[in-house]
């Protein structure tokens, strides 16, 4: 079992940055990848950004590339998104997941993903 909870959302003008938190129980946190996703109102979650078990290696949804972040702290058992940039699409919910059977190679789909947080409000006003 994992247990995972996100924090660090918020309302943040557009061009503002937020760094999201999810910090994860349970299970040694460096035998599994961590991914985000989100949620907006009328459309699927999707994938935003994973990584790794060691951080060493990193993935992300075109939409996000060049302005979002991710990280991990394997000592403090914790995964970071640092989004920069950030615009009214970003608007959703981020919700942190963590994948155990490729821990080494960073997943995009949801449902290669074993468990999950209960997600964070992101929204960002224009």
């Known amino acids: 079992q994992v247990q995972l909870v996100e924090s660090g959302g918020g309302l943040v003008q557009a061009g503002g940055s937020l760094r999201l938190s999810c910090a994860a129980s349970?299970?040694?946190?460096?035998?599994?990848?961590l991914g985000w996703f989100r949620h907006a109102p009328g459309k699927e979650r999707e994938f935003v950004a994973a990584i790794s078990w060691s951080g060493g290696v990193t993935d992300y949804a075109d939409s996000v590339k060049g302005r979002f972040t991710i990280s991990r702290d394997n000592v403090k058992n914790t995964v970071y998104l640092q989004m920069n940039s950030l615009k009214p699409e970003d608007t959703a919910v981020y919700y942190c997941?963590?994948?155990?059977?490729?821990?080494?190679?960073?997943?995009?789909?949801?449902?290669?993903?074993?468990?999950w947080g209960q997600g964070t409000q992101v929204t960002v006003s224009s």
């Open positions: 349970g299970r040694t946190f460096s035998s599994y990848s």
């Open positions: 997941a963590a994948e155990f059977s490729t821990p080494w190679a960073p997943r995009r789909r949801r449902d290669e993903y074993d468990y």
